[in-house]
């Protein structure tokens, strides 16, 4: 075959692939124009944007396809009980028992401050940390042999 008679094969099919094209856009179904649902809205003033829109919104890709078929019946107590809150405690309780961590003075602190109230009588009052008697690097029982050495006896003694 040459390509003359391929090339006027084509140009006689090209008429028919062309329909054949236009026939599926057609099929796909658009949503209406305003100018051509303003042909179908009827002649009274009262809402007619109203209609437009309820004519408009009846085609097309855009048209709602929730159904009843998929939707799945819910019982309400199963509704119920699915936003009813459970109680955590006792499995927090057991978590918290079992492990070996003791948390330390200052984050128990800081988390006791965090969960006060802000006002002056929800506010506890601070530690006041004792102060601790300085411990000397000597014992008693070095001090007092100091004393036999150097005083020749003990001077405390009654």
Same mark, same amino acid.
């Given at each position: 075959?040459?390509?003359?008679?391929?090339?006027?094969?084509?140009?006689?099919?090209?008429?028919?692939?062309?329909?054949?094209?236009?026939?599926?856009?057609?099929?796909?179904?658009?949503?209406?124009?305003?100018?051509?649902?303003?042909?179908?809205?009827?002649?009274?003033?009262?809402?007619?944007?109203?209609?437009?829109?309820?004519? !408009?919104?009846?085609?097309?890709?855009?048209?709602?396809?929730?159904?009843?078929?998929?939707?799945?019946?819910?019982?309400?107590?199963?509704? %119920?009980?699915?936003? !009813?809150?459970?109680?955590?405690?006792?499995?927090?309780?057991?978590?918290?028992?079992?492990?070996?961590?003791?948390?330390?003075?200052?984050?128990?602190?800081?988390?006791?401050?965090?969960?006060?109230?802000?006002?002056?009588?929800?506010?506890? =009052?601070?530690?006041?940390?004792?102060?601790?008697?300085? =411990?000397?690097? %000597?014992?008693?029982? =070095?001090? /007092?042999?100091? /004393?036999?050495?150097? %005083?020749?006896?003990?001077?405390?003694?009654?």
């Amino acid at each position: 075959m040459s390509a003359s008679l391929i090339r006027r094969g084509l140009e006689l099919l090209s008429d028919d692939i062309k329909d054949v094209s236009k026939a599926k856009k057609k099929k796909q179904q658009q949503t209406p124009s305003s100018a051509t649902v303003m042909e179908l809205v009827s002649t009274k003033r009262q809402g007619v944007t109203k209609q437009v829109k309820r004519l !408009q919104g009846r085609l097309g890709p855009g048209k709602s396809k929730a159904t009843v078929k998929d939707k799945r019946i819910k019982s309400a107590v199963e509704e %119920f009980r699915k936003k !009813q809150r459970t109680s955590q405690m006792s499995a927090n309780l057991k978590y918290f028992m079992t492990t070996g961590y003791k948390a330390t003075d200052s984050d128990t602190l800081k988390i006791l401050n965090h969960n006060t109230g802000r006002q002056s009588r929800n506010r506890r =009052e601070p530690q006041v940390k004792k102060a601790k008697e300085p =411990e000397s690097l %000597f014992t008693e029982e =070095e001090f /007092q042999q100091f /004393q036999k050495e150097y %005083f020749g006896r003990t001077v405390e003694e009654n």
